[in-house]
């Protein structure tokens, strides 16, 4: 609230500051000399004024906001509404009052001139005696001199000491008109001077003679009123026109007002004239419409601030009667015994709009719950000689901080929260005032907040763009909360919640959980025709199922199928007209369309892909590159995949199968013929891991041709797309190398020489599949019975392989810097096993000194059943270069006689 010191600027005025009982006068005898100077017997009298002015201070705190209304001309133009107001705005001097009528002339409108005379007495009191008929007020005097003018004053007695307590003693009003011709007139400003005439009274008015002899006044014959407010007093049917025979002489006594009069019974000489208005009985005022700035505000007080020019009268006392009601009293109408003196009666109304307003009310319990008013001022009398007066009105206030924008707040109301501390959030409320608000959140599992699960606070400032709370608890899944915030600013005016918000839990989020497959995994063939099941986290909306379901197979094609749910959460996929295969690839996903059935999305999409196994218990057949190979019931110890694949293999992987063509001659061992294909049957269990043993394996290879030839003196290289690959069959291409000694004929390779070989994986040396082959010349196919899958090729295989390649190397003789074709320098010693052993390679000089000795572990590199290649690299056991010359290798196998080689390096 604003304080207002009560410093007069344009006068002094009475302070009465509102206390226990109301409006106190504390000072009943301040004065102000305005430059007028009154006379009173020759003494100075000085204009009195009983008002009322506020020192608005409150203990406690300062209110930030107020409504100030002080009628001066900038609120006029703010407040006051003209069509809907009848009390006078004083906009000059800055209060409310009645409005008040036409002046009414009591002589001089009935004579308008007079003839001069001189007066009977230069120092002479000449008037007449009234009685009052309305109460009115004195709103000015008159008189009337002749030519040579004249500076006589006028005087009115009252003996009513209730209105003056110096009663008929004293002259109640002494004035100097003016040193002029005619009529002069004296005007008093019920602002400054309020003299009321009481009804029943009678009052003495005398015009006194300046004391020159030769000043003339005015004739006024048989006077009789010309007001309808007063008239001239009878006593026993004679007007009384008198005059006092000196200046100084009042018309009586206390006990005899009127003994000193000397009653002139027909004319009256230099009677001045006097002016008459009144008061309205009452008048209202309703303001323009008032913006408060918010929707509710918490009022301090009512502060209304009256005074009164009556300085004959005085200002009794200011009462309240009600809530927004005041009864102004005046010593005098409290003498006649009029009730209510005067009165001040005050009412608000209220709109939300602007527009449409309600019932002017008084009471609010401290609060206006719209943001537009109307003020509405109400004043009466019981004495049309007086007005109340307002000087101004003052609503200290608070703004209530704005109810809190229910479309900010976070989680909305019904909303789903899938958190399960949630943060609260909400724009901040709205404080006209600019104060610190601060919220409580209460939240409560039940509509009536009987038992509150938290409730906390916090606060904002006006440079706040949100509120947030984040939840202290752990909520309960699938439970309905409910809650609200109240808001109260920094001077305690709390806007309490306009509305509870409702949400409900769903903290366990949507998701696959089970569907018997596993992503990478490998799953029996049977199991996923007869139809596997999706297992979800909760209860699903199947109609959102078929669009985020996806199944199709190793070649993206779509599998159809039946979907039967089993549960709310749970459904069975059924693949149609048997569309599972064993031992193929498979993909399945649930995408992100899926919805539970309050409607949110599953959490994370799933995508599996998996293989089918066969069962242990059928047969099986695979085919690729045209060879086959059939598995036949219980072949396998546990169920199993079968994958199929055509292989890209390079020469520097598989040296081997090229080094055993670099020379296609009779020291041959292997020979790659252009038909010849290499493939690959992976046979693995549901967990990926490579089965090693099986029985009842059958393999068949095609072949195209009744006679296979291939050309001396070349290598053959595989070539696709730029790529050294074997698909399906090898082709050669003829490139001379150094080391070719052949004669460049081609070799025919009859294909009862034709047999099965596997890769070895760890040693990249091809192997003949144990066991019995057979060649069908009328298929044109070779068969073979290997115990396990792996990477094969059909490749020529001469009848006495160890009459052949028993043991040589490639160069001889070489170089330091000759590279074998694995890429490593020296010379390729080649050597056939017919079944795994131990091996020790000695090379020796001429006369019998070891050099270089190495070991090779059976069924590793070197003693593996097949044909095997170690590398020497002309280097002796200390890791330098042996001389130029004849060397001897000496091969030692176990099991079998120490085969020899001479060996010649060249440095």
Same mark, same amino acid.
């Given at each position: 609230?604003?304080?207002?010191?009560?410093?007069?600027?344009?006068?002094?005025?009475?302070?009465?500051?509102?206390?226990?009982?109301?409006?106190?006068?504390?000072?009943?005898?301040?004065?102000?000399?305005?430059?007028?100077?009154?006379?009173?017997?020759?003494?100075?009298?000085?204009?009195?004024?009983?008002?009322?002015?506020?020192?608005?201070?409150?203990?406690?705190?300062?209110?930030?906001?107020?409504?100030?209304?002080?009628?001066?001309?900038?609120?006029?133009?703010?407040?006051?509404?003209?069509?809907?107001?009848?009390?006078?705005?004083?906009?000059?001097?800055?209060?409310?009052?009645?409005?008040?009528?036409?002046?009414?002339?009591?002589?001089?409108?009935?004579?308008?001139?007079?003839?001069?005379?001189?007066?009977?007495?230069?120092?002479?009191?000449?008037?007449?005696?009234?009685?009052?008929?309305?109460?009115?007020?004195?709103?000015?005097?008159?008189?009337?001199?002749?030519?040579?003018?004249?500076?006589?004053?006028?005087?009115?007695?009252?003996?009513?000491?209730?209105?003056?307590?110096?009663?008929?003693?004293?002259?109640?009003?002494?004035?100097?008109?003016?040193?002029?011709?005619?009529?002069?007139?004296?005007?008093?400003?019920?602002?400054?001077?309020?003299?009321?005439?009481?009804?029943?009274?009678?009052?003495?008015?005398?015009?006194?003679?300046?004391?020159?002899?030769?000043?003339?006044?005015?004739?006024?014959?048989?006077?009789?009123?010309?007001?309808?407010?007063?008239?001239?007093?009878?006593?026993?049917?004679?007007?009384?026109?008198?005059?006092?025979?000196?200046?100084?002489?009042?018309?009586?006594?206390?006990?005899?007002?009127?003994?000193?009069?000397?009653? *002139? $019974?027909?004319?009256? +000489?230099?009677? &001045?004239?006097?002016?008459?208005?009144?008061?309205? #009985?009452? @008048?209202? =005022?309703? %303001?323009?419409?008032?913006?408060?700035?918010?929707?509710?505000?918490?009022?301090?007080?009512?502060?209304?601030?009256?005074?009164?020019?009556?300085?004959?009268?005085?200002?009794?006392?200011?009462?309240?009667?009600?809530?927004?009601?005041?009864?102004?009293?005046?010593?005098?109408?409290?003498?006649?015994?009029?009730?209510?003196?005067?009165?001040?009666?005050?009412?608000?109304?209220?709109?939300?709009?602007?527009?449409?307003?309600?019932?002017?009310?008084?009471?609010?319990?401290?609060?206006?719950?719209?943001?537009?008013?109307?003020?509405?001022?109400?004043?009466?009398?019981?004495?049309?000689?007086?007005?109340?007066?307002?000087?101004?009105?003052? *609503? $200290?206030?608070?703004? +209530?901080?704005? &109810?809190?924008?229910?479309?900010?707040?976070?989680? #909305?109301? @019904?909303? =789903?929260? %899938?958190?399960?501390?949630?943060?609260?959030?909400?724009?901040?409320?709205?404080?006209?005032?600019?104060?610190?608000?601060?919220?409580?959140?209460?939240?409560?599992?039940?509509?009536?907040?009987?038992?509150?699960?938290?409730?906390?606070?916090?606060?904002?400032?006006?440079?706040?763009?949100?509120?947030?709370?984040?939840?202290?608890?752990?909520?309960?899944?699938?439970?309905?909360?409910?809650?609200?915030?109240?808001?109260?600013?920094?001077?305690?005016?709390?806007?309490?919640?306009?509305?509870?918000?409702?949400?409900?839990?769903?903290?366990?989020?949507?998701?696959?959980?089970?569907?018997?497959?596993?992503?990478?995994?490998?799953?029996?063939?049977?199991?996923?025709?007869?139809?596997?099941?999706?297992?979800?986290?909760?209860?699903?909306?199947?109609?959102?199922?078929?669009?985020?379901?996806?199944?199709?197979?190793?070649?993206?094609?779509?599998?159809?199928?039946?979907?039967?749910?089993?549960?709310?959460?749970?459904?069975?996929?059924?693949?149609?007209?048997?569309?599972?295969?064993?031992?193929?690839?498979?993909?399945?996903?649930?995408?992100?369309?899926?919805?539970?059935?309050?409607?949110?999305?599953?959490?994370?999409?799933?995508?599996?892909?998996?293989?089918?196994?066969?069962?242990?218990?059928?047969?099986?057949?695979?085919?690729?590159?045209?060879?086959?190979?059939?598995?036949?019931?219980?072949?396998?110890?546990?169920?199993?995949?079968?994958?199929?694949?055509?292989?890209?293999?390079?020469?520097?992987?598989?040296?081997?199968?090229?080094?055993?063509?670099?020379?296609?001659?009779?020291?041959?061992?292997?020979?790659?013929?252009?038909?010849?294909?290499?493939?690959?049957?992976?046979?693995?269990?549901?967990?990926?891991?490579?089965?090693?043993?099986?029985?009842?394996?059958?393999?068949?290879?095609?072949?195209?041709?009744?006679?296979?030839?291939?050309?001396?003196?070349?290598?053959?290289?595989?070539?696709?797309?730029?790529?050294?690959?074997?698909?399906?069959?090898?082709?050669?291409?003829?490139?001379?190398?150094?080391?070719?000694?052949?004669?460049?004929?081609?070799?025919?390779?009859?294909?009862?020489?034709?047999?099965?070989?596997?890769?070895?994986?760890?040693?990249?040396?091809?192997?003949?599949?144990?066991?019995?082959?057979?060649?069908?010349?009328?298929?044109?196919?070779?068969?073979?019975?290997?115990?396990?899958?792996?990477?094969?090729?059909?490749?020529?295989?001469?009848?006495?392989?160890?009459?052949?390649?028993?043991?040589?190397?490639?160069?001889?003789?070489?170089?330091?810097?000759?590279?074998?074709?694995?890429?490593?320098?020296?010379?390729?010693?080649?050597?056939?096993?017919?079944?795994?052993?131990?091996?020790?390679?000695?090379?020796?000089?001429?006369?019998?000194?070891?050099?270089?000795?190495?070991?090779?572990?059976?069924?590793?590199?070197?003693?593996?059943?097949?044909?095997?290649?170690?590398?020497?690299?002309?280097?002796?056991?200390?890791?330098?270069?042996?001389?130029?010359?004849?060397?001897?290798?000496?091969?030692?196998?176990?099991?079998?006689?120490?085969?020899?080689?001479?060996?010649?390096?060249?440095?």
């Amino acid at each position: 609230m604003l304080s207002y010191a009560g410093v007069c600027s344009r006068r002094e005025e009475l302070c009465f500051i509102k206390g226990n009982s109301g409006l106190e006068n504390m000072n009943k005898h301040s004065v102000l000399f305005d430059g007028k100077q009154w006379r009173r017997r020759g003494r100075p009298y000085a204009k009195v004024f009983a008002a009322a002015a506020f020192l608005c201070v409150f203990a406690g705190r300062v209110f930030p906001g107020a409504l100030d209304i002080s009628f001066s001309a900038a609120n006029y133009t703010a407040y006051y509404d003209a069509a809907a107001s009848s009390l006078t705005w004083n906009s000059a001097l800055g209060y409310l009052h009645l409005p008040y009528g036409i002046q009414k002339n009591v002589f001089s409108t009935k004579y308008p001139t007079m003839s001069p005379v001189a007066p009977q007495k230069p120092t002479a009191q000449m008037g007449c005696s009234l009685v009052v008929a309305d109460d009115c007020y004195v709103s000015g005097f008159a008189r009337w001199a002749g030519s040579n003018g004249g500076n006589p004053s006028v005087r009115l007695w009252t003996d009513d000491t209730e209105e003056y307590a110096g009663g008929i003693t004293y002259p109640w009003v002494d004035m100097g008109v003016g040193n002029t011709s005619g009529w002069v007139e004296g005007i008093i400003d019920f602002s400054e001077e309020l003299y009321p005439l009481t009804a029943g009274n009678i009052y003495w008015l005398a015009n006194v003679a300046d004391g020159d002899p030769a000043h003339q006044v005015g004739d006024a014959g048989a006077a009789t009123s010309g007001c309808p407010y007063v008239s001239v007093a009878e006593v026993g049917g004679q007007a009384q026109l008198w005059y006092i025979n000196n200046e100084w002489t009042a018309p009586g006594s206390a006990a005899n007002p009127s003994e000193n009069l000397q009653v *002139i $019974p027909q004319h009256l +000489y230099g009677v &001045p004239d006097l002016r008459l208005n009144r008061f309205d #009985a009452a @008048g209202s =005022l309703i %303001t323009k419409t008032i913006d408060l700035g918010a929707s509710k505000v918490k009022l301090n007080d009512f502060l209304p601030v009256f005074y009164t020019a009556n300085s004959k009268i005085g200002f009794d006392a200011v009462s309240k009667t009600d809530v927004m009601a005041y009864s102004i009293d005046y010593k005098m109408i409290s003498a006649l015994g009029r009730t209510p003196q005067c009165a001040a009666a005050f009412s608000i109304a209220q709109s939300s709009d602007g527009v449409n307003f309600g019932n002017y009310e008084t009471v609010f319990a401290g609060t206006i719950n719209k943001r537009y008013i109307k003020i509405k001022m109400e004043l009466t009398t019981a004495h049309r000689g007086i007005t109340p007066i307002v000087d101004s009105v003052s *609503i $200290p206030y608070n703004c +209530y901080p704005e &109810p809190i924008n229910a479309s900010s707040v976070e989680p #909305a109301e @019904g909303a =789903l929260v %899938t958190e399960k501390s949630p943060v609260f959030r909400w724009s901040p409320s709205y404080d006209n005032d600019g104060d610190t608000v601060t919220y409580t959140l209460s939240i409560s599992s039940t509509p009536s907040f009987a038992t509150l699960i938290f409730s906390t606070q916090t606060l904002s400032v006006p440079s706040s763009t949100y509120v947030a709370v984040n939840c202290p608890v752990e909520l309960t899944d699938r439970t309905s909360y409910f809650f609200r915030i109240d808001a109260i600013d920094s001077n305690e005016a709390e806007t309490s919640y306009d509305r509870t918000f409702s949400f409900k839990t769903e903290l366990v989020p949507l998701n696959l959980t089970d569907s018997g497959i596993i992503n990478g995994s490998r799953v029996l063939a049977s199991y996923v025709q007869n139809g596997f099941v999706l297992q979800f986290s909760k209860d699903i909306d199947f109609g959102t199922f078929p669009a985020a379901f996806t199944f199709t197979d190793y070649l993206s094609a779509e599998v159809l199928y039946d979907l039967f749910p089993l549960s709310s959460s749970c459904v069975q996929v059924i693949p149609k007209d048997n569309a599972i295969e064993p031992c193929r690839s498979y993909h399945f996903s649930v995408g992100a369309t899926l919805k539970d059935t309050i409607g949110l999305y599953i959490t994370d999409g799933v995508i599996v892909d998996f293989g089918t196994l066969n069962s242990k218990a059928d047969a099986y057949t695979a085919s690729v590159a045209g060879s086959s190979i059939i598995i036949s019931a219980g072949a396998s110890p546990e169920d199993f995949y079968v994958n199929p694949q055509n292989l890209v293999i390079s020469s520097s992987t598989n040296s081997d199968l090229f080094d055993a063509n670099q020379s296609a001659n009779s020291s041959a061992f292997l020979i790659v013929v252009s038909t010849s294909s290499v493939f690959s049957y992976s046979i693995s269990n549901s967990v990926a891991a490579e089965i090693s043993s099986l029985s009842g394996i059958t393999l068949i290879v095609p072949y195209n041709q009744d006679s296979l030839t291939v050309p001396t003196g070349t290598s053959f290289a595989a070539r696709a797309a730029g790529r050294s690959v074997l698909p399906g069959g090898l082709s050669a291409r003829p490139e001379r190398t150094s080391q070719s000694s052949a004669s460049g004929e081609n070799i025919t390779v009859p294909p009862a020489l034709l047999r099965v070989f596997r890769l070895n994986e760890s040693s990249s040396q091809w192997g003949l599949v144990p066991g019995e082959q057979s060649v069908d010349a009328v298929s044109k196919t070779v068969t073979a019975y290997p115990t396990s899958g792996g990477t094969f090729a059909l490749l020529a295989y001469p009848s006495n392989p160890a009459a052949n390649v028993q043991l040589r190397n490639i160069p001889n003789p070489f170089y330091p810097e000759s590279v074998t074709s694995k890429g490593e320098k020296g010379t390729l010693i080649t050597y056939y096993l017919s079944a795994a052993a131990n091996v020790k390679a000695k090379i020796y000089t001429q006369i019998g000194h070891l050099i270089y000795e190495k070991e090779y572990t059976s069924g590793g590199l070197g003693g593996q059943a097949s044909v095997n290649s170690i590398t020497w690299d002309g280097k002796n056991k200390d890791g330098a270069y042996v001389a130029s010359g004849i060397y001897l290798l000496r091969l030692e196998i176990e099991g079998e006689e120490a085969r020899t080689r001479k060996i010649g390096f060249i440095r």
